[in-house]
């Protein structure tokens, strides 16, 4: 059995936003896995290439590099998912591209302050506007109203993707090794570090893994969701985990509803647990977030 100790880095590294905020009820793009137009991952980064491409015209990385030097100081996200007990990373996600909008009214700060409240170990917050509804507003805002570190969740490919998420106050952000070349890979993950980021590398096959693992991830994250399909399976994370190093940070992704998952989990070796659309479906996400962590409400 894997055991969770861990010794990561901790390091120090305005609002920098091109992308325009909408209310829920704005179009959002909504597929099906079995469209004939290639896998799911294909048609997001397709969308999302077009438009980091815009956004690079309009945001030169420059005028970025200098957003970093102001954004607010970096919180450890490592050290929030290497604590004893169970640790979730909450999910604020408006939508997705398979379900469609999960929660509409959607208050991104009201979500952070609740959660935190409840005792999530950090947020990860969609940033991608098209599929899932995201914006980097909602991040700032979320963030500034608690004390935990938060991650950007969105499709990331591009260096200039890694400076604009720094500028915008993320204290992490996502990648995924199936969208990425090892050589890119590498690239990211030394940008975000001297950015003093360190990334969620989330892979879903061995083979995914032994690439993270080769690039020098230390925040290894299993998504049981095949992002070509949306088929969920939790057994994904209990095949990969006994292959991650114990040095190394271990997050268990998607399908994960119950408490006793998450206590299988732990005990299988895992050290956080990613929960998105679980608390995003529930009428009082931090309840869910409570019963899942099983803990009471404080006493009035």
């Not at 119950?258 to 929960?275: E, K, N, P, Q, S």
Request: proline share 5%.
């Amino acid at each position: 059995m894997r055991t969770t100790r861990h010794s990561l880095l901790a390091v120090q590294c305005p609002r920098f936003d091109t992308q325009q905020t909408h209310p829920l009820a704005y179009k959002l793009t909504r597929m099906s896995a079995h469209a004939n137009t290639g896998t799911v991952l294909d048609r997001i980064l397709d969308a999302r290439r077009a438009a980091v491409d815009h956004r690079k015209r309009v945001l030169p990385e420059t005028a970025l590099k200098y957003g970093v030097k102001a954004a607010s100081p970096l919180r450890d996200f490592a050290v929030a998912l290497s604590r004893d007990g169970l640790n979730v990373i909450a999910e604020l996600k408006p939508a997705s591209p398979s379900q469609g909008v999960i929660r509409d009214p959607f208050d991104p700060v009201a979500l952070a302050q609740s959660l935190a409240t409840a005792g999530a170990a950090a947020l990860s917050v969609l940033t991608e506007p098209e599929f899932f509804g995201g914006s980097l507003k909602n991040m700032r805002d979320a963030r500034k109203e608690i004390a935990a570190p938060v991650l950007r969740k969105d499709f990331i490919f591009d260096p200039w993707q890694v400076w604009e998420s720094r500028a915008n106050d993320a204290d992490s952000f996502l990648l995924i090794v199936a969208m990425l070349d090892d050589l890119l890979l590498r690239e990211l993950m030394f940008l975000g570090r001297q950015l003093g980021m360190e990334p969620l590398i989330e892979v879903h096959t061995a083979a995914e893994l032994d690439r993270a693992l080769a690039a020098g991830g230390r925040i290894i994250g299993v998504n049981n969701r095949d992002l070509r399909t949306l088929d969920v399976r939790l057994q994904t994370s209990l095949e990969l985990i006994n292959l991650i190093p114990e040095d190394r940070i271990a997050v268990a992704e998607s399908g994960l509803s119950t408490h006793a998952h998450l206590v299988r989990l732990r005990g299988a070796g895992f050290d956080a647990f990613l929960i998105g659309e679980h608390l995003m479906r529930a009428d009082d996400p931090a309840a869910a977030l409570g019963d899942l962590l099983r803990t009471a409400p404080a006493a009035e």
